[in-house]
């Protein structure tokens, strides 16, 4: 049962930011499973990467050692973390752009606890660590009755 499917769109003010949706889980769940996807992975623009190449050493005043195109690709970077009724079940802070994890008393995903599919609030948080350019992102959230 689909218990969570939102769709989304960043921009570069969304940088360095968390996006939490919230869904409900019913009570007799055995399994979550959430798929995290987003695209584009890499601004693909050559002259605006190199412009937040150097926007970026700017910002923290560091001195641009080497070339710019030495930093390149320039990558957006969005990754998920999870918590039931308020407590911490883990986060997938991994390179890919699509995801697909499971939580459940058995097995969970690396980087999830194991542990029990209770009923009540439970969120997941896009951690948005990087956005140069438009994103768009997409998350799925099933419970699995077994």
């Known amino acids: 049962m689909i218990l969570l499917n939102v769709k989304g769109r960043l ?4 940088d360095k930011t968390n996006i939490y949706h919230t869904f409900t889980v019913p009570d007799g769940l055995k399994c979550i499973k959430l798929s995290f996807s987003y695209s584009p992975k890499t601004l693909s623009s050559r002259s605006k990467a190199i412009k937040e190449i150097k926007e970026c050493f700017e ?6 050692v080497g070339r710019p195109n ?10 998920i973390s999870v918590d039931e009724n308020s407590n911490y079940i883990g986060a997938a802070h991994r390179q890919d752009s699509t995801q697909e994890h499971i939580i459940s008393e058995k097995l969970s995903s690396p980087g999830f606890i194991k542990t029990e599919i209770k009923e009540g609030l ?10 140069c350019c438009d994103v768009d992102y997409s998350l799925v959230v099933q419970g699995v009755e077994l």
Do not use: A, F, M, R
């Open 11 to 14: 921009t570069p003010d969304n």
């Open 59 to 64: 910002k923290y005043n560091e001195p641009l």
């Open 70 to 79: 030495e930093y390149l690709p320039v990558n957006n970077l969005l990754t």
């Open 122 to 131: 439970w969120c997941v948080c896009v951690n948005v660590h990087c956005v």
